[in-house]
Each structure stands twice: as structure tokens, then as C-alpha cells.
């Protein structure tokens, strides 16, 4: 089996309700899908998941321009997509970071061996670990009567956690909103929170010990991401447990904030990691260390969706924590996909969720199928699919 074709469509897909993340205002996801062909008529499908700068660094326009510019014509056509090892390693020493647009492609040809062997990818990746997904619900930002509101809408419906965004708040807002949310929710309920690295080190110390008598269950990155030995300081002065996610994409990133003692888990994206062949050396080191593993999710579609769930489902190590990967429930404003069927998505069908889990689609490669009429309506305004081939 050769690769003969590689598609990209850029897409712009709306969001059901407008969101704000570090300041920013969110109301569209901006993704790249690709579909790579071989020469026995398969067909693989990814998509990137939100290209967004302040987070990835990476934009629609760099990931086409990698994979049309250089990981297509010099890597991938005319290759074997099995040779999943050697294309990473290829793709790693041609480009340095840009790991979603490798991701991109790890996935493509992740579904194509699917399709090939008549399995789902979890297969491909170990077997069946986590069969029913345990998920928590991440909440933005608003006034604390809206956050309690919606943090009990998630309870109800089964999730099992709630996680608050906060640092793009004045401080004694964002201290406000987790008080509202312990005394309105209880003492039970696992609340953590979620600066996307909107504080400075003196400042996050300050907030984190007023927040101590909340019993967070941890603050996610803190500081920015290149402050690791920020982190290491800061876990030594607060009770609150810390752990990282923008300062953990490449492995030599997670072997530093293993080496200084800067974390006490990790928040892992399949796309930030570079595909699911690094993600998986990417839980080994931190397995090695004995740190928790929680997968977060990107903005995308139901393809993402069901991307990154195929490896929670296969990964033993984080079959003890519950995940976040509803992102695609919160973008169709939704607490399952149960009793709500959701026609405007990038695949025909979301993967399963109910009473607060997810399930990986059982069907071969990640097991949804792309809606060809939703990605032509959803192509970004002022942009152009692109096609490359043998």
C-alpha cells in the first residue's frame, strides 16, 4: 500500500455558544481536516482540532504549509502509511515543534491501518483499557450564579468533575467564583481550575493560598509555559497540587518538568503531543515518574473527539482519572449524544457520550465518518483546499 493523495480542507466551523479563553473571544473552530488516499482506494481522515496560536503556536495556514510544502512531497507520497516510526522520526528531524501539523498526519495514517486490518485504533494502539471513559466538564468564565448554574447542569447529567477557567479575571473574581462554587456544589464534588498560564509567579503564590481552603484538586499551568523552575517554586509554597500542560508538549519538555520536580501531574492533548506514537512515549515518561496523565481536548469536531479518545480508551495508565474530552459537547452546547443528535458537525455522527463517559467508536480506524456536505459549507472564507499527489 503506497500514499497517492493528500487533501487539506481548511474549516471554520461555529461554536454554539461564544466562549473566552485567556481573553480571547472564541466563537469559530479553525481546523485543517486531511484525508490522505492510497492506491487501494482507503482512505484517512483527521483533523487538526483548533489552530490556534496563543495555545499550539500553529495556524491553518503553517499546518498546510507543512504538509503541502514538506511532509507530503518529501515524506509521505509514495510511502507505506504503515510506516508509522519511521514517518514520525522523518517528520521530527525535517521540522522542529509544529506537533499538530504531525499530529495531523499520525492520525490520517492511524486511520488508514484501522481501515486496512477492520479494527479500531484503540487495537492499534494496545487493546481495550478504559472501556467506559470517565469524563469532567470544564466550565468558562461568567458571573458565579452562571458557573453554578452550569457547573449543576454537568453534575446532573453525570460528569464526574468541574473545572473552572480563571487568570483572564481580575483576581479576587476568579477567588469569588471558586468560593461561589465549593459552597454552592459542596464538599464531594472535585473542582480544579485552569489558568492557561495567565499568571506571573508572585502573583499565582498569592492567589493559590487563598484559594487552599477550597480543596482544589489541582491548578493547571499556572505560570508560562517556559517557567518550569517557576512551577518547581511554586509547588513548594502552596498546598494546592500543580500540574502542567503548556509547558508539556515536546518529550524533552515533560523530562524537565519530571527532572526539577516541578509538577505533580500532567495534562496531556494527543494533537500537542505530536500523534498518537510520541503521545504514547509521552504517558511512558510520565508513568515512569508515577505522575498522573488527564487528557484534555483541543476545540474540534466529532473527529477529534473520537482521535483522542481511541487513545485514552487503549492507555492503562490513564484509565484512573477522569478526562476532558468534551470539548465537542461544549462547542454544540450539549451534555450528551444520547438524547441529542447533532447534524452541523465535521462527522456524520459524534462519538458516544452518556451520563458523564465517553465510548471509543468500535468501528475500524477511529470510526466516524467524515460529512463531505457540512466540511463544503464549513471550508474557511478566503481560503483554499489544497491537493497533492504522486
Not at 509567579?201 to 482544589?216: G, N, S, V
Amino acid at each position: 500500500m503506497k500514499i497517492t493523495k493528500i487533501e487539506c480542507i481548511p474549516t471554520s466551523s461555529p461554536i454554539a455558544k461564544v466562549q473566552v479563553l485567556s481573553g480571547s473571544v472564541i466563537s469559530t473552530i479553525n481546523s485543517v481536516v486531511v484525508k490522505m488516499h492510497t492506491d487501494e482506494g482507503i482512505t484517512g481522515i483527521a483533523e487538526s482540532g483548533d489552530a490556534n496560536v496563543w495555545y499550539m503556536g500553529e495556524s491553518m495556514d503553517s499546518i498546510m504549509h507543512l504538509i503541502n510544502e514538506v511532509f507530503g512531497p518529501k515524506i509521505l507520497l509514495g510511502e507505506d502509511p504503515f510506516n508509522v516510526e519511521k514517518i514520525v522520526a522523518k517528520m521530527d528531524y525535517a521540522v522542529k515543534y509544529n506537533n499538530q501539523a504531525k499530529a495531523v498526519i499520525d492520525f490520517a495514517l492511524h486511520d488508514i491501518m484501522g481501515k486496512k486490518l477492520g479494527v479500531p485504533v484503540y487495537k492499534l494502539l494496545g487493546g481495550l483499557s478504559n472501556e467506559k471513559i470517565e469524563l469532567g466538564f470544564v466550565i468558562g468564565a461568567g458571573t458565579p450564579e452562571e458557573l453554578i448554574e452550569e457547573a449543576q447542569k454537568a453534575l446532573k447529567a453525570g460528569f464526574h468533575s468541574i473545572k473552572l477557567k480563571v487568570g483572564a479575571l481580575p483576581e479576587e473574581k476568579d477567588i469569588a467564583n471558586v468560593q461561589a462554587l465549593r459552597e454552592a456544589l459542596g464538599s464531594d464534588v472535585k473542582i480544579m481550575i485552569d489558568a492557561n498560564a495567565g499568571w506571573h509567579y508572585y502573583q499565582a503564590m498569592e492567589i493559590l493560598k487563598k484559594l487552599e481552603p477550597y480543596r482544589l484538586a489541582y491548578c493547571e499551568q499556572p505560570l508560562p509555559w517556559w517557567d518550569v523552575n517557576g512551577l518547581a517554586a511554586l509547588r513548594g509554597q502552596v498546598r494546592i497540587p500543580i500540574f502542567a500542560d503548556e509547558s508539556a508538549a515536546e518529550l524533552k519538555q515533560v523530562m524537565e518538568c519530571i527532572e526539577k520536580r516541578a509538577v505533580d501531574g500532567f495534562l496531556i492533548k494527543i494533537p500537542k503531543a505530536g500523534g498518537y506514537l510520541k503521545a504514547q512515549k509521552w504517558v511512558t515518561l510520565a508513568k515512569v515518574a508515577g505522575l498522573p496523565v488527564l487528557c484534555g481536548c483541543l476545540k474540534g469536531s466529532g473527529i477529534e473527539a473520537a482521535t483522542q479518545a481511541h487513545f485514552i480508551a487503549a492507555t492503562e495508565w490513564m484509565s484512573k482519572h477522569e478526562h476532558e474530552n468534551a470539548g465537542v459537547l461544549e462547542n454544540h452546547d450539549i451534555f450528551d449524544t444520547v438524547t441529542t443528535k447533532v447534524t452541523n458537525d465535521l462527522a456524520k455522527e459524534l462519538p458516544r457520550y452518556e451520563n458523564g463517559f465517553m465510548y471509543a467508536p468500535d468501528k475500524p480506524g477511529i470510526g466516524v465518518e467524515l460529512n463531505e456536505e457540512v466540511m463544503k459549507k464549513y471550508i474557511t472564507p478566503g481560503k483554499k483546499p489544497t491537493v497533492i499527489s504522486v
